[in-house]
């Protein structure tokens, strides 16, 4: 009897042990400079720093970090790339920084997954997060044309893409109650109303309007 009775409390505290979660530690470490490279070949002065989970570097970031909920976050990520040239004799690599997409970091299960953003562009996009919508202005495949652009986490389809004529545009500016977002391109404000089925555009103001 009391046989049965230590098996059953020890099958118990294995049970519990497995069903506890794992604690995980994510830490962004010190500020460093290093010069980015665009894929012209000018150089930059940017900062980054390591991306720490469990004591063990992931990756490098650039950029304040967004909380899009208590348990994630999201980051742009910086690499370095090997720039050595296939004839050069010398076989060491030549790594150069270069910034990439953005990332979502899980506080409690240390994931690290790379965002799928439409039609973003790592040399004018200037990604400015509310919520877990990202607004920026992107470019499509062939570079042929350029758009205000809104997404929003675990959704492939974004919420608005509006072709403009410009090349860049300004980091947009977001509202809340309701969610709005500006986008400044070539001098003039657009504003959208933004909800999880789209983006509708906002008449302006009188006060953006001025006098008659």
Known sequence: MR??????????????????????????????????RSESGTGQETKVRELIIDGRVREYTSGAPHDVTERLFVVRRAYRMNDSLPDETKRIPQWIWRLGGWISVDRQTGHVAQLNLPAFDGEISEVTWYRDYAAYCGVSDDGSKNYMMVAQLEKRKPLLKKEITASACAEP????????????????????????????????????????
């Open 173 to 212: 500016r977001w509202e809340r109650a309701p969610s709005r977002v500006t986008f400044l391109v070539a001098g003039e404000k657009t504003t959208f109303a933004v909800h999880a089925r789209g983006a509708d555009l906002q008449p302006e103001s009188a006060e953006e309007e001025g006098p008659q």
């Open 3 to 36: 046989l049965t009775l230590f098996c059953v409390i020890a099958a118990m505290l294995a049970t519990g042990s497995y069903a506890a979660p794992r604690q995980h530690t994510v830490v962004l470490g010190k500020w460093r400079t290093v010069e980015v």
